[in-house]
């Protein structure tokens, strides 16, 4: 068994910053984050594998980082440049997809944390 703990959603204003932290207990194949907007379906923004190689949906690259520490047992996800549209829940997921390339379609996600909100006023 896996647990996930999401922290560090708020609100925030357009053009602002924030960075999501996930706990987790144990370390799988694959970690990541993905975002549900009020009435619409999860998906993915962001996954990492144990060696650190990442993916990123189209929408985020060039403004969400993901990354991870081993040591401290913590995925994050620090998310720049936010605007409105970012707003919603954020999920941190993990487990062993069969190609890492379809995890950002919750392809192989075993585990989910309760989620954290972020929300983005204009």
């Known amino acids: 068994q896996v647990q996930l703990v999401e922290s560090g959603g708020g609100s925030v204003q357009a053009g602002g910053s924030l960075r999501l932290s996930c706990g987790y207990t144990?370390?799988?194949?694959?970690m990541g984050w993905f975002h549900q907007a009020p009435g619409k379906e999860r998906e993915g923004v962001a996954a990492?594998?144990?060696?650190?190689?990442?993916r990123y949906a189209d929408s985020m690259k060039g403004r969400f980082t993901i990354s991870k520490d081993n040591a401290r047992n913590t995925l994050y996800l620090q998310m720049s440049s936010l605007s409105p549209e970012d707003t919603g829940m954020y999920y941190c997921?993990?487990?062993?997809?069969?190609?890492?390339?379809?995890?950002?379609?919750?392809?192989?996600?075993?585990?989910w944390g309760q989620g954290t909100q972020v929300t983005v006023s204009s």
């Open positions: 144990r370390l799988l194949g694959c």
């Open positions: 997921a993990a487990g062993y997809p069969s190609s890492f390339e379809r995890f950002l379609d919750a392809t192989g996600v075993g585990y």
């Open positions: 990492i594998d144990r060696a650190g190689n990442t």
